[in-house]
């Protein structure tokens, strides 16, 4: 494999079906730079980069704005997923403020994680420094109560490093609004339980891996059950879903045979 920097061709646990995988990554969330006053904030790593998330049980995290202010980003928790991937989800220590620019810096900062808290702008096509730029609103866009998550299929899709496998579920009726999905998953034959953070792509919830990562894993002959808590950017949650059960992608899927 190439030692290339990862390309995310995928939301928080999705599959990176194009890409080659690399030896590091980074993606931060929220994905649209416009936030609330009280926004909360994901970092996520993939392999080498899953280091700097497990560090911040040792350091700090701050928002800082153009003019040196900085803000804390208290640590909620780290989640680890079971293929190379780890989060870490954090709050402000305090209201951040209006009509500001926010830029992410660590404690201790290294020269490769400077080089990582970088984004593409698809406007500009280029490569720029993770920020975020507050409104005046206290609070994000509620979610649509109405929102619903059905069950579609299983899916396994086979890729030069190796095959990405998902349960896939559709979602309807949803906000306009950056939504953040706490993903529960049970291995009903091990008890095991995985909790991670996944954001939909086109619609569909994709929960499993891809070629090179991802949250959650499955056996050839496992079962599972799985249920999702939607909430927007600034914690404010729908209600859990019922648990579904689904069969591993693996099951029917002849090239694992």
């Known amino acids: 494999m190439k030692k290339l920097i990862l390309l995310f061709f995928f939301a928080i646990g999705l599959n990176s079906a194009h890409a080659e995988c690399g030896v590091n990554g980074m ?39 153009k003019k040196g202010e900085l803000v804390k980003l208290n640590l909620v928790e780290i989640l680890k997923g079971q293929m190379s991937l780890t989060q870490a989800i954090f709050k402000p220590a305090k209201q951040l403020k209006p009509n500001t620019i926010y830029f992410l810096k660590y404690s201790k900062q290294t020269e490769r994680e400077t080089e990582e808290m970088t984004q593409w702008n698809t406007e500009t096509n280029q490569n720029e420094k993770v920020y975020w730029k ?12 109405n929102l619903k998550i059905k069950y579609q299929k299983t899916e396994v899709r086979e890729y030069g490093c190796g095959p990405a496998a998902n349960a896939i579920f559709n979602v309807t009726n949803k906000s306009d609004s950056e939504i953040w999905y706490k993903t529960e998953m049970v291995d009903l034959n091990t008890n095991q339980k995985t909790v991670f953070y996944i954001k939909e792509w086109d619609g569909k919830l994709n929960v499993g891996h891809g070629m090179c990562s991802g949250a959650f894993t499955f056996t050839k002959l496992g079962k599972y059950k799985v249920r999702f808590t939607p909430m927007n950017t600034d914690g404010k949650s729908l209600n859990t879903t019922k648990w579904i059960n689904f069969e591993s992608p693996f099951k029917n899927d002849k090239s694992s045979s």
């Open 27 to 65: 993606q931060f969330f929220p994905k649209k730079t416009n936030i609330s006053l009280n926004s909360m904030f994901i970092i996520q790593g993939y392999y080498m980069s899953e280091k700097t998330i497990n560090s911040f049980k040792n350091r700090t995290a701050y928002l800082q704005s």
């Open 134 to 145: 507050t409104t005046n609103k206290n609070s994000a866009e509620l979610l649509n109560p």
